[in-house]
């Protein structure tokens, strides 16, 4: 299970709401609302969005913020090795995109 996944289903059972009530709010199954709370890589912003109003707590709560990375400068987390890869393909993508972007210009 995920952090943001437990803190949703803490929050859901300490106000006695069942899976069944927050997957018709969200217009999905009770299967795959279970799954959401498993699987963080499922939820999407305004599924968050809508989970946070439906439990009537800021969207902020529902997620992790002892994360020891969050308070690092973005410098030091690229010295992270695990995040230096992640951090360079983004670079090659945005590098990618803009020079897309540049070629539409060009034909508009």
Do not use: C, W
């Amino acid at each position: 299970m995920n952090n943001i996944g437990i803190k949703i289903r803490k929050k859901r059972e300490g106000q006695g709401i069942k899976q069944e009530f927050m997957a018709y709010h969200l217009n999905i199954t009770q299967s795959n609302y279970g799954r959401l709370e498993k699987d963080d890589n499922r939820l999407t912003v305004p599924k968050l969005k809508k989970i946070s109003e439906i439990l009537d707590v800021p969207i902020a709560d529902l997620f992790d913020t002892t994360d020891s990375n969050l308070n690092k400068p973005t410098d030091e987390l690229s010295k992270e090795p695990y995040l230096h890869d992640y951090i360079e393909s983004l670079k090659e993508e945005i590098t990618f995109l803009r020079k897309l972007l540049e070629n539409i210009k060009r034909t508009v």
